[in-house]
């Protein structure tokens, strides 16, 4: 799968897709990033990516023509586009599974005051990671390529570790631990020593179950909203 990143600073996306996952995922080739300075279309002599709103106001607006350019130079035939804003739909673990069947995607991350309004004629959909607002979409681009990136099949090497994690059946995940057995006073259920698998992922449905109704009753409800 491919991601092409539009930015007005690219060292900042470029940063994280050298560590961890997303650097061994690309690595072995599951993934490929690319990363493109977006003042490489600027316009005229200094390269201008941005202007004064048209009625007034503060701060800066990206010009369409610049985003244009930058999709242009980019975009194949399967290209999804991708505008980050907080005016965007709310990214989650269904966005996720859903692009990451695709084979290739468009970020585009806005600053300043946000993107000429005509960008999103532009862009098959928008997207937002939150309502708060941020400086940029370089954040948000990063966390929709991690969260896609890794249910591509191959870049986690058990593909059980995605199967049971959280979201994945509508569900919060459940409580793990690992050594030691009691850490100031703290001890890990007996159920989980037991070596009952059948009473461990009965447990372990119980507790997702449990720790969903009291954490994120809201995804009880959207699950029993389904049609
Ligand atoms: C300062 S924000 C612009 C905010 C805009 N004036 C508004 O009120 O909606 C600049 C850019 O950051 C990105 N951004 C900020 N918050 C975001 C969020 N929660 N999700 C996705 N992108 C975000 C978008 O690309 C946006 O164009």
Same mark, same amino acid.
């Given at each position: 799968?491919?991601?092409?990143?539009?930015?007005? $600073?690219?060292?900042?996306?470029?940063?994280?897709?050298?560590?961890? +996952?997303?650097?061994?995922?690309?690595?072995?080739?599951?993934?490929?990033?690319?990363? $493109?300075?977006?003042?490489?279309?600027?316009?005229?002599?200094?390269?201008?990516?941005?202007?004064?709103?048209?009625?007034?106001?503060?701060?800066?607006?990206?010009?369409?023509?610049?985003?244009?350019?930058? +999709?242009?130079?980019?975009?194949?035939?399967?290209?999804?586009?991708?505008?980050?804003?907080?005016?965007?739909?709310?990214?989650?673990?269904?966005?996720?599974?859903?692009?990451?069947?695709?084979?290739?995607? +468009?970020?585009?991350?806005?600053?300043?005051?946000?993107?000429?309004?005509?960008?999103?004629?532009?862009?098959? =959909?928008?997207?937002? +990671?939150?309502?708060?607002?941020?400086?940029?979409? /370089?954040?948000?681009?990063?966390?929709?390529?991690?969260?896609?990136?890794?249910?591509?099949?191959?870049?986690?090497?058990?593909?059980?570790?995605?199967?049971? =994690?959280?979201?994945? =059946?509508?569900?919060?995940?459940?409580?793990?631990?690992?050594?030691?057995?009691?850490?100031?006073?703290?001890?890990?259920?007996?159920?989980?020593?037991?070596?009952?698998?059948?009473?461990?992922?009965?447990?372990?449905? =119980?507790?997702?179950?449990?720790?969903?109704?009291?954490?994120?009753?809201?995804?009880? /409800?959207?699950?029993?909203?389904?049609?």
């Amino acid at each position: 799968m491919r991601f092409d990143v539009l930015t007005l $600073h690219p060292g900042l996306v470029a940063g994280p897709l050298e560590h961890s +996952i997303l650097r061994r995922a690309q690595d072995a080739g599951y993934i490929t990033v690319g990363v $493109h300075d977006l003042r490489e279309h600027g316009v005229g002599r200094y390269r201008q990516v941005d202007d004064a709103p048209y009625g007034g106001g503060a701060g800066m607006v990206l010009k369409v023509d610049v985003i244009d350019q930058g +999709i242009e130079a980019v975009r194949r035939e399967d290209s999804r586009v991708i505008l980050m804003s907080p005016a965007g739909a709310r990214f989650d673990q269904g966005h996720a599974r859903r692009l990451a069947c695709g084979s290739h995607l +468009i970020l585009v991350c806005g600053h300043y005051e946000g993107v000429d309004a005509r960008v999103e004629s532009l862009v098959d =959909e928008q997207l937002s +990671i939150g309502d708060y607002v941020l400086t940029g979409g /370089e954040l948000p681009a990063l966390v929709v390529i991690e969260a896609v990136a890794r249910l591509v099949p191959g870049v986690l090497g058990n593909s059980d570790s995605f199967q049971d =994690e959280s979201f994945a =059946e509508g569900l919060l995940e459940y409580p793990q631990y690992t050594r030691p057995r009691s850490y100031r006073g703290l001890d890990v259920p007996d159920v989980l020593l037991s070596g009952n698998h059948a009473a461990i992922d009965a447990w372990r449905d =119980e507790q997702a179950l449990a720790r969903t109704r009291e954490r994120r009753p809201d995804l009880l /409800e959207a699950s029993t909203e389904d049609p």
